[in-house]
């Protein structure tokens, strides 16, 4: 759309949200009345593929007040919206024990290409072709690499940016390699930066989790019991509720990309078993092996409504990458 | 009960796929496997609820349970 319709479609969506039901969401974006609880706001954001602009709603919430405001957002804008979860978040980040600054680096904690706000370091592995070379550590394509707009040595921070992270400060490795995301379907989002010489790491210890065995679950199943720690969430508790889930449709700033063999999580005791913010996170079982790599999440679904987690098959990143876990 | 397994129910997927991308607005955001009273069945996910009638509650694809999940739209996280 053009700037100028996206203003104007912007303010019918402020007169939308501000009927009825939705006047405290309303409330909350645009400090219209009453006490703004800011848990979302409509601004405007270039389109991905930089022809035109879309209505930019940033969502801070994830209840059924928001998504109910979402539904109606999205059939005024005629699908031309730009879905995010911020702020919220964010905020979560920063006063979170994981995002601050780990050395040794540890599975769990904060990281990011230094142009990306952050996620989840996942676990630390080595080259196939160099078993006794150097360690790199994993993460998602689009935590590590911003979304194939990188290049090799790029900094990459922990914390990461959004957490507070400086180049001149906060490096601790260098993009080494990752994935690209295409067009056809995907099967996994992951890269891996080289560790810097003088920065440690402990592979195995993962914080309110225990040791992690090193070894890779070989069946994952419908039930499957499965923890993660994430830089934002913590630890989570979460089940499998499918797999070898085709023709998954995730949405990225490059825009949207299909994903086959993805497993598919909800969370329990009432928590969504992720967050933005922890992409990246390793998701092992209840035996402590890896089963695989979180990368996206829905805005609905799972038995409490809260979302479903989206993980790649761990055996699938890396033999993509062709490393082995540490 | 259910015993579909597990071959079968990939067999139909695509077919369980292509029954709710016929249907005008709806659109498919992923199709996985589960398992239902026993058995594997197909998970087909929505980005918004069918209309009212528009599919059987109960529906089969070749005998294969086909369950529907309405999950929004899915981001990077």
């Known amino acids: ?326 | 009960m259910n015993t579909a397994t597990i071959e079968e129910a990939r067999e139909v997927r695509e077919l369980a796929k292509s029954a709710f991308a016929a249907i005008p607005g709806v659109h498919v955001m992923g199709v996985g496997l589960t398992r239902r009273d026993g058995g594997y069945a197909v998970k087909v996910n929505l980005d918004h609820a069918v209309p009212p009638g528009t599919i059987r509650p109960d529906m089969t694809v070749r005998g294969v349970p086909v369950v529907v999940e309405v999950v929004g739209a899915v981001f990077s996280e």
């Not at chain 1, 689009?142 to 940016?161: F, V």
């Not at chain 1, 509720?241 to 990309?257: H, P």
């Open chain 1, 1 to 326: 759309m053009h700037i100028d319709s996206v203003r104007e479609l912007k303010q019918q969506a402020i007169a939308t949200l501000a009927d009825g039901a939705q006047r405290r969401v309303v409330a909350a974006g645009v400090a219209q009345g009453g006490q703004p609880r800011r848990f979302m706001s409509l601004g405007i954001a270039p389109r991905w593929d930089d022809k035109g602009y879309s209505l930019a709603i940033r969502l801070q919430r994830e209840d059924g007040e928001t998504l109910a405001a979402i539904e109606k957002l999205k059939n005024l804008a005629r699908g031309e919206v730009d879905i995010r979860y911020i702020d919220r978040v964010k905020a979560a980040a920063i006063s979170s024990r994981f995002s601050i600054q780990h050395r040794p680096l540890q599975i769990g904690c904060s990281i990011g290409h230094y142009r990306v706000q952050c996620g989840t370091l996942s676990a630390f592995v080595r080259r196939r072709d160099a078993p006794d070379g150097a360690a790199y550590l994993l993460s998602n394509n689009h935590i590590l690499a911003n979304e194939n707009r990188s290049k090799p040595g790029d900094d990459i921070l922990q914390p990461g940016p959004a957490d507070g992270g400086k180049s001149n400060r906060d490096r601790v490795a260098g993009l080494a390699q990752s994935i690209q995301l295409v067009s056809r379907p995907n099967v996994v989002d992951c890269a891996v930066a080289e560790i810097d010489a003088a920065i440690g790491f402990d592979p195995r210890y993962i914080p309110d989790i225990g040791k992690f065995s090193g070894a890779i679950a070989l069946n994952v199943e419908t039930d499957l019991l499965v923890v993660k720690r994430g830089a934002v969430s913590g630890v989570t508790h979460g089940r499998v509720t499918a797999f070898e889930v085709n023709d998954l449709v995730v949405g990225y700033r490059i825009g949207n990309l299909l994903f086959n063999e993805q497993i598919e999580i909800e969370g329990v005791n009432s928590r969504s078993f992720s967050k933005q913010g922890d992409s990246g996170s390793l998701v092992l079982d209840m035996d402590q092996q890896a089963v695989g790599l979180v990368f996206a999440r829905s805005e609905k679904g799972g038995s409490n409504g809260l979302g479903l987690t989206y993980a790649n098959p761990i055996k699938r990143v890396i033999d993509a990458l062709n490393v082995d876990l540490i």
